[in-house]
């Protein structure tokens, strides 16, 4: 392969006013490489049909608390629940104003600052926090982000006109 640089794993993202979902969609990466830094996540992993390597840093738009943030390792991704340092929504995850084609919102988790807060405050972000729990090594089964697989509400939807 040589010096080839690297290709960065797709990843999805969502916010909250108090943290960040960032979501490295790679199956199977056993070991992978991560530094989570004030205003960057930096990760490196094999992973995938093809167990290629992956590499990315990711230069945050504002800072974050990397001691109050948490990662685990799953088959099908590398999930991240970041703290904000400041409350607030960020108008992009990166600090530089592009896109990336290798970089996506998670619409499953994603709120928008106007959405209603119709969830009681924090909750599945704490019960998330729990069971990623104290670093130690998780079943796959205890914690659903989004497997891929279809669930109950994707029934087929009438065709639009």
Known sequence: MGDA???PPP???AQRKNLLYVKVQLEDCRSPTIKIEKDKLYFKGKGGTEMKE???SLDFMKEIKPEDSKHAVRDRAIEFV???AEDGFWK???KEDKKFHWLKVD??????EDDSEDEPE???FEEMMRKMGGGGAMN???FNYDDGLADSDDEELPDLE
């Open 5 to 7: 640089k690297l290709l």
């Open 11 to 13: 990843i999805y993202w």
């Open 54 to 56: 992956y590499e990315v």
């Open 82 to 84: 970041l703290i904000k």
């Open 92 to 94: 992009r995850l990166l």
């Open 107 to 112: 619409f499953n988790k994603w709120k928008d």
């Open 122 to 124: 924090g909750t599945d």
């Open 140 to 142: 796959d089964g205890d």
